[in-house]
């Protein structure tokens, strides 16, 4: 019997090979000039909030994948493609490298946190529950209250505030009682929950990035609260570009099939959300104690609202996941 050799993987191709060539050149070569141009300049490009969001998300890569050798390719493959941001727009007449440099740092986060999603989006997709959603729906009504949504009193405000005020109604309600966890419901839940979990993104950012640069800090403690929150938006990056992916998956691709994509999209949403139905006791306990916090930071002005929000959430979902905890005995 002649033995079957078996298959190798082989070299790679010329062609790729010699791409990947001549992109490590040009990119070698461009992150020297990067760093010439930026020695030279009385501009700080490279601040440390800049630098305490990229910590932040490579701390959160490494604790969720322990495979350091994919975590730097990934980082590379996106530095790489972020050079692109120094290409001249179509209708820049006047090429200035500066400006192109000021925002290319922070379009890399954007590209590496995208690469990363994509390529290990199974390793990181929390997975929700009634007892979260409840969190984060009582979180939106605090921050409405909070941010004065009520004062505006056009039709848009009116239409968004109502339907928000049904989807929360909705969500609580599921959570105080034992109505069927249905596909449909599961789907709408997920949803339901990226978009305030997009919300609440947005709305910690805009917070973050109005704060002074770290560099005109006055004094250290206010410096290093100022980084803590750098820190946290970078480590949040990976899961805002996860739902905001999650999100999008329902918008037609140009070339794309649409019913596809939709049933695809619909497919993660619903594997992501728990079939099993909260305790009632532990839904009430989840509501007085974030009710309680909420209403105490209002009367008091303890922390500012979006800040209360974050430790919250967070201190809400570890206390469900306890009382949720499945039983040993």
Request: with cysteine.
């Amino acid at each position: 019997m002649v033995a079957r050799r078996k298959p190798s993987n082989g070299p790679v191709e010329p062609g790729l090979k010699l791409y990947i060539t001549i992109a490590g050149i040009i990119g070698a070569l461009l992150t020297v000039y990067i760093a010439y141009r930026a020695s030279i300049s009385e501009r700080n490009f490279f601040s440390i909030g800049m630098l305490a969001m990229l910590a932040g998300l490579l701390f959160e890569s490494f604790r969720v994948l322990e495979n350091k050798r994919s975590i730097f390719g990934t980082f590379i493959f996106a530095y790489l493609f972020s050079l692109i941001a120094f290409i001249p727009g179509k209708r820049e007449h006047n090429y200035n490298f500066e400006q192109h440099l000021e925002g290319w740092p922070y379009f890399f986060l954007v590209i590496y946190a995208l690469f990363f999603v994509i390529i290990h989006k199974d390793r990181f997709t929390a997975k929700l529950n009634e007892g979260i959603t409840l969190v984060l729906s009582l979180s939106l009504i605090y921050w409405a209250l909070d941010f004065g949504v009520t004062r505006y009193h056009n039709w848009f405000s009116i239409s968004v505030m109502t339907i928000g005020i049904l989807l929360c109604m909705f969500s609580i309600a599921h959570a105080v009682t034992y109505m069927p966890l249905t596909r449909t419901v599961r789907l709408t839940l997920s949803i339901w929950s990226s978009i305030i979990l997009s919300a609440f993104a947005i709305d910690n950012m805009a917070h973050v990035f109005s704060n002074p640069e770290i560099e005109n800090s006055k004094y250290l403690s206010e410096a290093v609260f100022t980084g803590i929150q750098y820190f946290l938006v970078g480590v949040a990056a990976i899961y805002i570009m996860r739902n905001f992916l999650l999100l999008v998956s329902f918008l037609p691709s140009k070339n794309g099939n649409y019913k596809r994509e939709i049933r695809e999209g619909k497919q993660e949403h619903m594997e992501r959300y728990s079939d099993k139905q909260a305790r009632i006791v532990y839904s009430v306990v989840c509501i007085v104690f974030v009710g309680l916090a909420y209403w105490l930071n209002h009367r008091y002005q303890i922390l500012p609202g979006h800040t209360a929000i974050l430790l919250v959430f967070f201190a809400g979902t570890i206390i469900w996941r306890f009382l949720d905890k499945p039983s040993e005995y």
